[in-house]
């Protein structure tokens, strides 16, 4: 079965610290990572995304890390700030439709 | 910008009765999609349609079915209720790039 394992559950950062958030993956057919943010009350919405052709993208405070050989993609948040509390998803994309398998999601709260 | 709305926020319905959730996109995406969330589950797949009257089962069809009958909307239906379907539902959509943008949810309560 396709899954993705997401750690931890839950993070707690001081303000200004960085927050890191870890995913893993057994289907080698993913071809597409992307990293939802939800806050409460709305639904996920794209944060940042990678293709496994490239180890690092940043966009921002926000970096994807994805080692290829380990089959493993992070998440990491610099300079975290209260406004980046959020729950957050990674994925991955496989199938004819395209569709995402989704990590069990992370709950960030970054204090102030 | 695309917007995803879904047809109520909070439902409560009783065990048995027979539940319409209804999603409406405004991009014209082929692809649409419904999910339920739950803490420490993640977003797990229900059913997915990539065209007007095409469904395909996700991980966890069973007690649900859908129905797309117009390429902008897409109605997720619960046909006996069951206190185990008490969850928050996702709608989302897609078109041709990868992104898949989500509705804001329904929080949904079986007595």
């Known amino acids: 079965q396709q899954q993705v394992k997401q750690s931890p559950q839950s993070l707690i950062v001081q303000k200004g610290g960085i927050s890191i958030i870890n995913c893993a993956y057994e289907n080698t057919a993913f071809d597409y990572f992307p990293w939802y943010q939800q806050f409460p009350g709305k639904g996920p919405a794209l944060l940042i995304a990678?293709?496994?052709?490239?180890s690092e993208k940043k966009e921002g405070r926000f970096t994807i890390s994805f080692n290829k050989s380990a089959k493993q993609f992070s998440l990491h948040i610099m300079d975290s700030q209260p406004g980046d509390s959020a729950t957050y998803f990674c994925?991955?994309?496989?199938?004819?439709?395209?569709?995402?398998?989704f990590g069990s999601g992370t709950q960030l709260t970054v204090l102030p | 910008d695309v917007k995803v709305t879904q047809s109520s926020r909070y439902l409560v319905k009783r065990t048995g009765e027979k539940v319409f959730l209804e999603c409406v996109q405004d991009?014209?995406?082929?692809?649409m999609f419904w999910y339920r969330q739950d803490p420490g589950l993640g977003l797990r797949l229900i059913y997915f349609?990539?065209?007007?009257?095409?469904?395909e089962k996700g991980d966890i069809p069973e007690g649900y079915s859908v129905s797309r009958e117009k390429k902008e909307r897409f109605s997720l239906i619960l046909e006996s209720a069951s206190t185990n379907q008490t969850s928050m539902y996702l709608c989302?959509?897609?078109?041709?790039?990868?992104?898949?943008?989500f509705g804001p949810g329904t929080r949904l309560l079986v007595l």
């Open positions: 990678i293709r496994p052709d490239v």
């Open positions: 989302a959509s897609r078109g041709f790039q990868e992104t898949q943008y």
């Open positions: 349609s990539y065209d007007v009257k095409m469904k």
């Open positions: 994925a991955a994309n496989s199938g004819s439709a395209r569709q995402l398998t």
């Open positions: 991009m014209d995406h082929e692809n």
